[in-house]
């Protein structure tokens, strides 16, 4: 059989650049029956392809032992160009499957140069892609679907000038705790509960560092929970919900990838019909959105069991920690398969 060719980009000029990393080196255990051709964005944006052993990724000197090497968008390459002193050689490219999260990776710009390139890509088109990389624009679109969400202010450009202004209306309409986000942040990078009007504007402060777009919404006592997506368009499947047990206050990044206290779930414990309605707010946004391939969709259910949407991410973690590869794996589907199906499903 011929093994395709499969350009796994990982890394990345975003701050979830070692989270990339993690989720890549995971991913790449499981691709036994593809030609992996491996490459890095470093830190500064360069592109190194590596020939040698691939086992942890975060090991090896990228910029030392890497050839540059990039996705042409030339449709008739169709490949990976390798440059080598003044020589440029092509390497065919059958699907590529960014494993970059956040900011350059999951917001649609890799995807975008993808179907420029006329490449295949697993995961969602451009349009999806960028859509759930800003937190504003999916709450416009879980709004349309009614699904219920945290009260929220966005707070943008020159309002955020006026911080006096906007810790007002947040006290008003918001209240505290409360919580600030960029708008295109992930991994809880820039995100911070905020108590009282002095941690408010400090969290504004410290947002405002990653985004001209501000989102503010009301702090939600309950617990918190993944639902896995897979699929596209008529034919939609969901695994979980999971559920995410964070040592701290909240999901931040420390307890994220760091803190050994952080707990997961797979088969989160709730009545059935709430977990249903997860799977459903799950697979509706999905379609809202023309998701394709996969994503993973977060809940919390408040102290009264009221289901709340949170957010959807892309290009979820696949850490080892992660829980949506472990979902699925809980479903009857091996990371193998899963792998497999997704780059399947590649399109452009
Ligand atoms: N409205 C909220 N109420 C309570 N906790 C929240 C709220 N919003 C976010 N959090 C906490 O902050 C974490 C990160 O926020 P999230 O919106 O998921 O951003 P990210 O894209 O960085 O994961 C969540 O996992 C949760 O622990
Ligand atoms: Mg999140």
């Known amino acids: 059989m011929n093994q395709k060719n499969v350009l796994v980009l990982f890394g990345g000029c975003s701050p979830e650049h070692d989270i990339s990393m993690a989720s890549a080196t995971k991913v790449i255990q499981h691709m036994d029956s593809y030609k992996i051709i491996p490459v890095c964005i470093t830190r500064e944006g360069k592109w190194m392809l590596y020939d040698g052993k691939l086992d942890n990724l975060k090991n090896i000197d990228w910029e030392k032992f890497g050839t540059p090497a990039v996705l042409s968008p030339d449709r008739v390459n169709r490949g990976l160009l390798r440059i080598v002193g003044d020589k440029v050689k092509i390497i065919p490219i059958d699907a590529v499957f960014p494993i970059l999260h956040g900011e350059n990776g999951e917001d649609g710009s890799i995807q975008g140069l993808c179907q420029l390139a006329g490449i295949p890509y697993v995961g969602c088109g ?57 708008s295109n942040t992930g991994s809880s990078v820039g995100i911070a509960k905020a108590k009282n009007k002095k941690e408010l504007r400090a969290a504004l402060e410290s947002a405002m560092a990653f985004s ?13 929970f ?39 779930v797979v088969q989160a414990d709730l009545p059935e019909e709430t977990a249903a309605l997860i799977r459903q707010y799950s697979a509706d946004i999905f379609r809202a959105v023309d998701g394709r391939g996969l994503a993973r969709a977060d809940f919390f259910v408040d102290e009264g069991g009221r289901v709340v949407f949170n957010e959807i ?4 973690g696949f850490t080892s920690i992660s829980l949506y590869m472990m979902m699925w794996e809980a479903a009857g589907i091996s990371p193998t398969e899963l792998i497999g199906r997704l780059i399947e499903m590649a399109g452009y």
Do not use: H, W
Request: with cysteine; glycine share 8%.
């Open 126 to 182: 451009v349009m999806t892609s960028a859509v759930c990389m800003d937190k504003a624009m999916t709450k416009l679109v879980a709004q349309s679907l009614r699904i219920p969400q945290a009260e929220y202010l966005i707070f943008k450009d020159g309002q955020l000038e006026d911080l006096e202004a906007v810790t007002k209306s947040v006290r008003y309409k918001i209240g505290y705790p409360c919580f600030v986000k960029p």
């Open 212 to 224: 001209n777009k501000i989102i503010v919404e009301r702090g939600i006592v309950g617990r918190e």
């Open 313 to 316: 991410n892309t290009l979820p």
């Open 226 to 264: 993944e639902c896995a997506i897979l699929g596209a368009g008529d034919q939609i499947e969901t695994a979980g919900p999971g559920e995410v047990i964070p040592d701290g206050e909240f999901y931040d990044y420390d307890a994220k990838y760091l803190k050994a206290g952080s707990k997961t």
